[in-house]
């Protein structure tokens, strides 16, 4: 695939600029804001005259959050509170989202726990609040954590403003800890969807966007919105479901050495280091140390950790540091075998993840709208010839001998998905050149390798095939391609020693997740993604 071309320096100085601009422009806008909820309605109580309900609210002192004692108290998710819970009396901790006052006696809170948020009131009423705890509530900055304890209530029309359609009546109010008085960016801002804001243009109405290099700035406020809590709910259920089915298919769980001595997968896209004054590099995947674990009788492995990929791709789905989900296993008659686990491996978790991640799935397309993943019971199977003759009857030429690029691949993808009704499908016997040096090259010609790569929505996720496991072929197979044979001496002589046909696959766990969800950046599925311009936060 080919790079994209990076933006020059007086790109980005003026993307910087703007950037700055846009961030002023904001920070007044919160100055206004926190500057017009202290003169409120609330404004005419004195928050220092006597209240004989202090003890309802206040800041909790440090020394009461240093492990001091365990007072017995339980506290409900946000998440729990439905009607079923109406006239109960509850202890909350969460966000400060949204903090409205009206008048003197009256404020409304928006707070919110991993995404689900609640509606509170506070009202003043003899013996349960007073105004100068009105007072202190509406001073409490956003994004604080609180704790409110409360009274479920139903209200008698749906709440637009929050997930869960209970309100509760507030009845004590403590700040936990409180976050700055100005927020870089506004988690609801970051919330927001294209589709809204595009509305809001066409009423006249003019709402932040939040850009991709803002989000990740300021990280750990962009996780806070209710699609991201979601996204990586979702990716962290990917990675169990993966272990589960392997688990229960008689693979073990190895881990492998990410400092090595030289490239596992050849060529320059490669970390260099210094290891005790010896040359070594960060592992470009766990290819060559899962394929030992075979020869060491291990039978069927896989290995979900991090790998590490220098190459300069500033695109959409590449980053420099990934989680790789690895498999390598021995096959008895043909590579077919490795392609048959991958089947049933990723329809079980396609079909678990709409079965257990359906609230999930709903908040991610709240914000980024996507169809469901249509796939098959039985992966359909193309080889890569096959492919190639679509593609030309379609009017799209390509090299028969060569790989496909993003392009290619995307209308494949649309072929396929009008032919066969499926975005989740496999093509294999792809041609030697453009596979890594220990694949196996085909029986039957040469130039064909019995390898594979898996597609998801048009777009690579998975690369598999079968490995050289004959020690002579693997050396002229890793000269060929440009390997120094010395670096990889311990793993070409662990074929020495008897080894059993296998095969193998390797997959980034964030690109199964991004794609999954319909979702146009890789860096949006990504904790703290590293790419060849990113290494903070």
Request: hydrophobic fraction near 40%; proline fraction near 5%.
């Amino acid at each position: 695939m080919e790079p994209e071309q990076q933006p020059s320096q007086e790109t980005s100085k003026k993307a910087a600029k703007k950037e700055a601009a846009k961030a002023e422009k904001l920070r007044r806008r919160q100055e206004a804001a926190a500057a017009s909820a202290a003169a409120s309605g609330v404004a005419g109580v004195s928050i220092d005259a006597p209240d004989p309900l202090a003890a309802n609210y206040g800041d909790i002192p440090i020394e009461d959050l240093q492990s001091k004692a365990i007072s017995g108290r339980v506290w409900t998710t946000v998440s729990s509170l439905t009607e079923e819970l109406k006239d109960r009396t509850v202890l909350i901790r969460g966000r400060a989202q949204a903090i409205r006052a009206v008048g003197k006696k009256m404020a409304f809170f928006t707070v919110r726990e991993k995404g689900y948020t609640v509606q509170c009131v506070l009202t003043v009423a003899p013996d349960i609040a007073s105004a100068q705890m009105v007072k202190y509530a509406t001073a409490i900055s956003k994004e604080s954590f609180v704790d409110i304890e409360g009274v479920v209530t139903v209200p008698p029309e749906a709440i637009k403003g929050a997930s869960q359609q209970v309100e509760v009546q507030v009845r004590k109010i403590h700040c936990v800890n409180r976050a700055a008085a100005i927020l870089p960016i506004n988690v609801e801002d970051a919330a927001r969807s294209e589709v809204e804001i595009e509305k809001a243009l066409e009423a006249g109405e003019q709402l932040v966007r939040v850009n991709q290099d803002t989000r990740l700035n300021y990280r750990i406020l962009d996780l806070r919105t209710p699609a991201n809590q979601a996204i990586y709910r979702v990716e962290c259920q990917v990675a169990n479901l993966f272990r589960q089915y392997l688990l229960n298919e008689d693979f073990i769980e190895i881990n492998t050495p990410k400092l090595i001595a030289g490239s596992s997968e050849g060529g320059a896209a490669v970390f260099k280091l210094d290891y005790k004054k010896q040359p070594a590099c960060l592992a470009q995947s766990p290819q060559l140390h899962k394929q030992m674990a075979i020869c060491g009788d291990l039978g069927r492995v896989f290995i979900v950790g991090p790998v590490f990929r220098a190459e300069d791709s500033y695109t959409h789905r590449h980053l420099c540091e990934f989680t790789g989900l690895d498999i390598e296993m021995e096959i008895k008659e043909h590579y077919s075998e490795v392609m048959d686990v991958v089947d049933r491996l990723f329809v079980n978790m396609f079909d678990k993840l709409n079965e257990r991640c359906k609230k999930e799935l709903e908040a991610i397309g709240k914000q980024y709208p996507f169809t469901p993943l249509k796939y098959l019971r039985n992966t359909l199977r193309l080889t890569f010839e096959e492919g190639v003759q679509m593609l030309k009857e379609a009017g799209v030429e390509v090299d028969p001998l060569g790989d496909l690029n993003t392009e290619s691949e995307r209308t494949l993808g649309k072929l396929v998905l009008e032919k066969y009704g499926t975005e989740f499908y496999i093509l294999h016997r792809y041609p030697l050149a453009v596979r890594p040096f220990y694949t196996m090259p085909c029986p039957d010609n040469a130039l064909y390798s019995n390898s594979f790569d898996v597609f998801i929505r048009g777009e690579e996720i998975i690369s598999g095939a079968q490995r050289v496991h004959i020690p002579e072929l693997l050396e002229a197979r890793a000269t060929a391609c440009g390997i120094d044979v010395k670096t990889i001496s311990s793993y070409i002589d662990s074929f020495r020693y008897g080894a059993p046909p296998h095969g193998g696959i390797g997959v980034g766990l964030e690109r199964v997740v991004m794609l999954f969800c319909g979702l146009d950046n890789i860096r949006k599925v990504s904790l703290f993604p590293r790419d060849p311009r990113r290494l903070e936060p």
